[in-house]
């Protein structure tokens, strides 16, 4: 394979690594790999470099790029948000792989951020035939509240800390602790709302869009998304009524921390990955 540095874009140079495999094919599908936060195009614990070198030996070439303003990419200077601005450079991404490889066909593949711009993306630009979202949009269930609590309801140690603790600083007769450290113990009794969350039907409708299309879809959640997901087959029960018609596979890896620091959950996502891009592309 051969890897390459380029820039492309309009409005601002941005900065990106082609991974080419030896040899493509014609009507190939290309990955295109989003940054996750401030992360730059290396990816957390250097999974884009990774995926990108998996996916070329199974023939599928990407670009790996940093938008506007991270990693290597300058900030733009027209004042456009990055609502706007993400999806732009996106396409203007894909637009590239076009222009210099002849490729028309795209998948796309993000963490957290990432993958709610190519979710987003995914259902504005019809050259999208592929979707892979780690930790993306998740939404607690009424079998998520019964697994979340009932065990708690028997937990001695639960009801001592609100006794002596949670009651006590409702009243104002105890200063109140952080909830950092009860929620990475995995001992607060409510649950966190993860931010940047939109409505549930909003997020339904894209979907809906996606699967109308026909766009394949992969998603997979880490055991960090706890607070919001608790077991195998939550992702569908979030969307009852929903018939992803076959488009949707899934991971759940309650092992796995959100950024993939574990060589196991790596290996694994690298392996659900190209395995499923071999079955559909």
Same mark, same amino acid.
């Given at each position: =394979?051969?890897?390459?540095?380029? *820039?492309?874009? %309009?409005?601002? *140079? ?5 991974? *080419?495999?030896?040899? !493509? ?13 401030? #992360? ?9 470099? #990774? =995926? ?23 900030? #733009?200077?027209?004042? =456009? ?8 450079? +996106? %396409?203007? +991404?894909?637009?590239? /792989?076009?222009?210099? =490889? ?5 998948? /796309? ?10 979710? %987003? ?5 019809? #050259? ?5 979202? !780690? ?5 607690r269930t009424t079998k998520f509240y019964i697994r979340h609590y009932l065990p708690r309801l028997f937990d001695l140690g639960v009801w001592t800390r609100i006794l002596f603790n949670r009651i006590p600083q409702k ?17 607060e009794v409510e649950v966190q709302e993860w931010p940047d969350t939109p409505p549930r039907q909003e997020v339904q409708s894209g979907y809906e869009v996606l699967i109308n299309r026909g766009v394949k879809q992969f ?49 694994? !996502? ?7 891009? *071999?079955?559909?592309?």
């Open positions: =394979m051969e890897e390459s540095a380029v *820039k492309f874009g %309009k409005s601002v *140079k941005l900065v990106g690594v082609v991974t *080419k495999p030896d040899n !493509v094919s014609d009507g190939t599908t290309a990955m295109i790999l989003f940054n996750s936060g401030v #992360r730059h195009h290396v990816g957390c614990c250097r999974m884009s470099v #990774r =995926m990108a070198r998996a996916v070329a030996e199974q023939g599928i070439p990407s670009l790996r790029f940093d938008l506007s303003g991270v990693g290597d990419s300058p900030l #733009r200077n027209d004042g =456009m948000q990055y609502q706007e601005s993400s999806i732009e450079e +996106a %396409k203007q +991404a894909m637009d590239y /792989l076009s222009r210099t =490889m002849g490729i028309e066909k795209f998948v /796309l593949y993000g963490l957290c951020s990432g993958a709610h711009l190519g979710f %987003k993306l995914a259902q504005q630009d019809p #050259r999208i035939v592929g979707l892979i979202q !780690v930790d993306g949009y998740l939404y009243l104002g007769l105890k200063k109140a602790e952080t909830k950092g450290a009860d929620l990475v113990e995995g001992s998603s997979y959640v880490t055991g960090d998304r706890a607070h919001d997901y608790n077991y195998e087959k939550q992702f569908f029960d979030m969307f009852p009524g929903l018939d992803f018609k076959g488009t949707m596979g899934l991971s759940f890896m309650p092992e796995a921390s959100h950024i993939l620091t574990e060589k196991q959950s790596q290996l694994s !996502v690298l392996k659900n990955t190209t395995e499923w891009l *071999k079955a559909n592309f």
